[in-house]
T-cell receptor, first 116, second 114 residues
């Protein structure tokens, strides 16, 4: 089974508007971490935001916030006030557990295009 | 603070040739990952080191891929012999430790096998 599912291959958003990128995950481990990365056309993976499974509040980092719904196993990324520079691939990832290999599993990504 | 360094940035080889990639993680980072990212897909973990020991190499095609991390710092990933389907970006990442800390990525090596 897929550990991370991103169902939106591509999304468009008007500049200055907010956009939500979807991510659902699958794990039976009670301890896990959820990450969002941005990958511009230059190829590097840029860490955006992190949510721990035991965190009580949704994570926020500047214009990025993570809408964490544990019962639904979703961890959607919300980007507010979109900018042209936000156009990139966005990947959701999960690391399971405090034991074991702690692999970081990635979804297939969502390509965001910000329209002027 | 210097980031994760990878070289080369680009490599073109013929099938059946061998190739090696190098990664220097962020100083002090114990955990090092090698990922393969095929065009249009998310990164797939190939191998994970904790210091100089292998934590997980279950997804590494061991008949042709090998990796080492001597002295627990730099790492090399080798493909021998390469196949057309190995064309991808190979990303190296490091993190401070196991657990819920973010991984920092290098710029990757884009490999084209012709």
């Amino acid at each position: 089974a897929q550990k991370i599912t991103q169902t939106q291959p591509g999304m468009f958003v008007q500049e200055k508007e907010a956009v939500t990128l979807d991510c659902t995950y699958d794990t039976s481990d009670p301890s896990y971490g959820l990450f969002w990365y941005k990958q511009p056309s230059s190829g590097e993976m840029i860490f955006l935001i992190y949510q721990g499974s035991y965190d009580q509040q949704n994570a926020t980092e500047g214009r990025y916030s993570l809408n964490f719904q544990k019962a639904r196993k979703s961890a959607n990324l919300v980007i507010s006030a979109s900018q042209l520079g936000d156009s990139a691939m966005y990947f959701c990832a999960m690391r399971e557990g405090q034991t074991g290999a702690n692999n970081l599993f990635f979804g297939t990504g969502t390509r965001l295009t910000v329209i002027p | 603070e210097a980031g994760v360094a990878q070289s080369p940035r680009y490599k073109i080889i013929e099938k059946r040739q061998s190739v090696a990639f190098w990664c220097n993680p962020i100083s002090g980072h114990a955990t090092l990952y090698w990922y393969q990212q095929i065009l249009g897909q998310g990164p797939k973990l190939l191998i994970q080191f904790q210091n100089n020991g292998v934590v997980d190499d279950s997804q590494l095609p061991k008949d042709r891929f090998s990796a080492e991390r001597l002295k627990g710092v730099d790492s090399t990933l080798k493909i021998q012999p390469a196949k057309l389907e190995d064309s991808a970006v190979y990303l190296c990442a490091s993190s401070l430790a196991l657990g819920n800390t973010e991984a920092f990525f290098g710029q990757g090596t884009r490999l084209t096998v012709v």
